[in-house]
């Protein structure tokens, strides 16, 4: 069975502008999550999709947004990209919102400049 | 509010030498309880997890881990570190209630000797 995938693996972007990322779950997942991995912060949640529906949702600001599709695929959208944005963004997978068990994709590298 | 902490930012141990990174969480009840590794450039890889029942539990690669609720810890060890195994380990917990569906510790970087 294919593990998390994540698209793109690296990205630049300059500040202001914005970037879409993407995530296919585990075959079978329907609960896709998001984290941002920084060396300042760590990880941190920024939130949990589930049947196309925003389960919850961390202590970020309104330009992180995502969204899941049908089928369980799933975006996230950070717009007016700011310098402090550069990290590490990691999605993970798991059965559903009721699973506390998820698994991770490898992450996308953005970096802004 | 339930928190994570790795004490140990750094600790280097020589192959062979045997291996515990420690883990103490802040949580009113019993949470989930949870060892990630994380290898340079790559997502997080579960190690093993805690739930409920036994509270050593077995994980992959030869780690495993002891949950003592006395001391509110959840310890990783391993008694041959083999030299695949530097990376960054984190200690994660699931609180019931919250936004968050994982609280992780600010992880603990395993370098090993040769």
């Known amino acids: 069975k294919a593990g998390v995938t994540q698209t793109p693996r690296y990205l630049i972007k300059t500040r202001g502008q914005q970037v879409t990322l993407s995530c296919s779950p585990i075959s079978g997942h329907r609960s896709v999550s998001w984290y941002q991995q920084t060396p300042g912060q760590g990880l941190q949640f920024l939130f949990e999709?589930?049947?196309?529906?925003?389960?919850n949702k961390g202590n970020f600001p309104g330009r992180f947004s995502g969204r899941q599709f049908s089928n369980s695929r799933s975006e996230m959208n950070v717009s007016t990209l700011e310098l402090g944005d550069s990290a590490l963004y990691l999605c993970?997978?798991?059965?559903?919102?009721?699973?506390?068990?998820?698994?991770f994709g490898p992450g996308t590298r953005l970096t802004v400049l | 509010a339930q928190s994570v902490t790795q004490p140990d930012i750094h600790i280097t141990v020589s192959e062979g030498a045997s291996l515990e990174l420690r883990c103490n969480y802040s949580y009113g009840a019993t949470p989930y309880l949870f060892w990630y590794v994380q290898s340079p450039g790559q997502g997080l890889q579960l190690l093993l997890k805690y739930f409920s029942g036994d509270t050593l539990v077995q994980g992959i690669k030869g780690f495993e881990a002891e949950f003592k609720r006395s001391q509110s810890s959840f310890n990783l060890r391993k008694p041959s570190v083999h030299w695949s195994d530097a990376a960054e380990y984190f200690c994660?917990?699931?609180?019931?209630?919250?936004?968050?569906?994982?609280?992780f510790g600010t992880g603990t970087r395993l370098q090993v000797t040769l």
């Open positions: 994660a917990v699931a609180p019931t209630g919250t936004a968050s569906k994982l609280t």
């Open positions: 993970a997978s798991s059965l559903d919102y009721r699973d506390y068990e998820q698994f």
């Open positions: 999709y589930f049947s196309e529906t925003q389960r």
